[in-house]
């Protein structure tokens, strides 16, 4: 059973950072994609992140300021944000669905598993 905990939301001013954690449980890195979204009241669901066989994709939006790194012993997938912006306001989650073995990179859109959210404010 696939299960996905997200943690380390929380408020900050602009220009500070956070690390969010996505600690999961029924996968591998091996048969499993994982990526980080996030919501915004009133949007979309937005992709931000995921780890790739051959590197890493990252939204334009965040480029320049969010990574996505991963610890494959304790299968934990980090979300490293920096110099946050009002408008990076949102529940961010942690998603996981199986690999396509064939591929190399990841969907970017599309998962099965989702983890509960952890709320990110950015205000002053």
């Known amino acids: 059973q696939v299960q996905l905990v997200e943690s380390g939301g929380d408020s900050v001013q602009p220009g500070g950072s956070l690390r969010l954690s996505c600690a999961a449980s029924?996968?591998?890195?091996?048969?499993?994609?994982m990526a980080w979204f996030r919501q915004a009241p009133g949007k979309d669901r937005e992709f931000i992140a995921t780890i790739n066989r051959d590197g890493t994709t990252i939204a334009n939006s965040v480029l320049d300021r969010f990574t996505i790194s991963k610890d494959n012993a304790k299968v934990t997938l980090y979300l490293q944000m920096k110099r946050l912006k009002l408008e990076d306001t949102a529940m961010y989650y942690c998603?996981?669905?199986?690999?396509?073995?064939?591929?190399?990179?990841?969907?970017?859109?599309?998962?099965?598993?989702w983890g509960q959210g952890t709320q990110v404010t950015v205000s002053s």
């Open positions: 029924g996968v591998t890195y091996d048969t499993y994609c």
């Open positions: 998603a996981a669905d199986r690999r396509v073995q064939s591929r190399s990179r990841c969907p970017l859109s599309g998962y099965t598993f």
